[in-house]
Structures are given as C-alpha cells and as structure tokens.
C-alpha cells in the first residue's frame, strides 16, 4: 500500500553526514519492510562534508538547489565534478564521495540509497576526520 511521509513531520538528522541536515522521508522507520533509503539534505553555504562511502548500497542524488563540487575517489587518484540544479548524481557502492558547496546559498538535494531499509545498513566509513 502506498505511504505519504511529508517533510514537516520529520526531524532533522545533523549527526549522519555532519554537517548537513538530512530528513529520511523513506526508510524502514517510516514505512514497513522498506528497501530503500530517501531523503532531503540541506547543507550551508561554503561547506564541506567529510568523504566517505558506503559498504551496502549504491547512492543516487538530484540536486535542487546550489552548486556543489563532488570529490570523488581516493586521495591518490580524486576526480573533482561540478554539478548544480537539475543535474542528477549516481555513486556506485564503495565509491569514496563528498562535496564542497560553492554557492553563498544553502544546498538541497534529494538522496536515495539503494538497496537498504536503514542509514545504518549503509555502512558508511569515513576516510578522513570530520570538518571544522
């Protein structure tokens, strides 16, 4: 049967990816026997996330609104690419992933991973220490 989560009612999550703000509209904790995880982050203007990846799932992201520079892989052989409004994200699993915003204007994006019912069945793994 179909389920409708709508943002208001949710909470923010400041701890999972610090330092955005993540609302997980779709996971196991809102709807039964889920297998995929959906949500909402904001992240300030000029931020940068810790890179890191995750062991069970691929992730996909749509970004709404910013402009973010994704740093992709590891130290040794990084990729940097720009992506703004419209343009969609796909990180296959164990892929090392973090973003800069470049904008002067908080960042959204819609996220899902694939293939896990909860945050914590992603297995995320930090590569380096979180930002200041």
Not at 122 to 132: A, D, G, L, N, S
């Given at each position: 049967?179909?389920?409708?989560?709508?943002?208001?009612?949710?909470?923010?999550?400041?701890?999972?990816?610090?330092?955005?703000?993540?609302?997980?509209?779709?996971?196991?904790?809102?709807?039964?026997?889920?297998?995929?995880?959906?949500?909402?982050?904001?992240?300030?203007?000029?931020?940068?996330?810790?890179?890191?990846?995750?062991?069970?799932?691929?992730?996909?992201?749509?970004?709404?609104?910013?402009?973010?520079?994704?740093?992709?892989?590891?130290?040794?052989?990084?990729?940097?690419?720009?992506?703004?409004?419209?343009?969609?994200?796909?990180?296959?699993?164990?892929?090392?992933?973090?973003?800069?915003?470049?904008?002067?204007?908080?960042?959204?994006?819609?996220?899902?991973?694939?293939?896990?019912g909860s945050v914590e069945d992603?297995?995320?793994?930090?590569?380096?220490?979180?930002?200041?």
């Open positions: 049967m179909a389920t409708v989560i709508h943002l208001k009612d949710l909470a923010a999550n400041t701890t999972f990816e610090p330092p955005c703000n993540i609302s997980y509209g779709i996971s196991r904790e809102t709807v039964k026997n889920a297998s995929m995880v959906m949500g909402y982050t904001t992240s300030g203007a000029q931020i940068r996330n810790q890179r890191h990846y995750h062991i069970h799932c691929e992730v996909g992201q749509y970004r709404i609104n910013g402009r973010d520079r994704m740093l992709l892989g590891p130290d040794h052989d990084q990729e940097r690419i720009d992506v703004g409004p419209g343009d969609f994200v796909y990180i296959p699993k164990g892929e090392i992933h973090g973003t800069i915003n470049l904008s002067d204007q908080p960042g959204l994006a819609v996220f899902c991973y694939v293939g896990v992603t297995q995320r793994i930090y590569v380096e220490p979180p930002m200041k």
